[in-house]
């Protein structure tokens, strides 16, 4: 399906040219790598993968129905962030790969991915991390810099609460990309030892987080009475025996013996 009128792609959403260069390759690499290990085990019929269309993060998917949703090219479904034409409770999982940070209604893109999936769906989210080595060089950049860096990073913390509030629950999360942003191929080689580093020192500040959640939807269950319930018998007390006097036990043997005594008393 193809939408003629969507929106053009936003100016900071990922190109082709920049995910073809060293520092783009090293985001892909370790992306491709999250999305293959969690969508493999997640089933169902329909997939989606909206936004990041030259990516195919759906690859390692073994649901029947995959498609790339993007206002640009090569996407199946050509479309906007913001008005998905995709029925509602319809799909099982959504990969939403860095769409909210460079979108200017990130809420409105939460609220159609939570309305087309259905009831126990699962989204996949990857957003660039703000408290990292990479939200240090966005900063430095300023508002005019260049792709990936003119972006409007959401905090992990940020996004949770949105999530909460739309219903999700979030599953599970982590990070990834803790060398520094560097744009030379042998710096970012040099730097490979600080990927299982920061995973074990600082897990905080990677460069990348990902989360994975699960779309609750509250049901309401009718309590009706149990009319086949037969009523409860309440248990009979037993007789507990009681020890007696001796002088007590001769009156009321002289007291049974003498009828007359017993019409008296």
Request: aromatic letters at 10%.
């Given at each position: 399906m193809e939408m003629l009128n969507a929106e053009p792609a936003a100016p900071g959403a990922p190109n082709a040219d920049w995910l073809a260069t060293p520092l783009g390759s090293y985001l892909v690499e370790r992306e491709q790598r999250f999305f293959d290990a969690a969508v493999v085990d997640l089933f169902g019929y329909n997939a989606v993968q909206v936004g990041l269309p030259h990516v195919d993060l759906l690859r390692a998917s073994r649901m029947t129905l995959r498609a790339r949703a993007a206002p640009i090219a090569p996407a199946e479904l050509r479309t906007d962030y913001t008005a998905l034409p995709i029925g509602a409770n319809v799909v099982d999982l959504v990969?939403?790969?860095?769409?909210?940070?460079?979108?200017?209604?990130?809420?409105?893109?939460?609220?159609?991915?939570?309305?087309?999936?259905?009831?126990?769906?699962?989204?996949?989210?990857?957003?660039?991390?703000?408290?990292?080595?990479?939200?240090?060089r966005r900063t430095l950049a300023g508002a005019?810099?260049?792709?990936?860096?003119?972006?409007?990073?959401?905090?992990?913390?940020?996004?949770?609460?949105?999530?909460?509030?739309?219903?999700f629950e979030v599953t599970a999360g982590r990070m990834a990309c803790y060398a520094p942003p560097c744009a030379q191929q042998k710096w970012l080689r040099r730097c490979g030892f600080m990927e299982a580093a920061g995973n074990r020192w600082w897990p905080f500040a990677g460069g990348v987080y990902f989360l994975q959640a699960v779309k609750r939807v509250v049901g309401m269950r009718v309590i009706q009475p149990r009319w086949s319930e037969r009523r409860r018998v309440k248990p009979a007390l037993a007789v507990v025996p009681r020890r007696v006097r001796q002088s007590d036990a001769v009156a009321a043997r002289a007291a049974a013996c003498d009828p007359e005594q017993t019409s008296k008393a």
């Open positions: 990969v939403l790969p860095h769409v909210l940070e460079f979108s200017l209604h990130p809420h409105q893109i939460l609220r159609e991915v939570e309305r087309v999936l259905m009831p126990d769906g699962h989204l996949l989210i990857s957003g660039l991390n703000p408290w990292s080595l990479w939200g240090i005019g810099g260049e792709f990936p860096w003119q972006g409007e990073y959401i905090s992990l913390l940020q996004l949770k609460d949105w999530l909460t509030l739309l219903g």
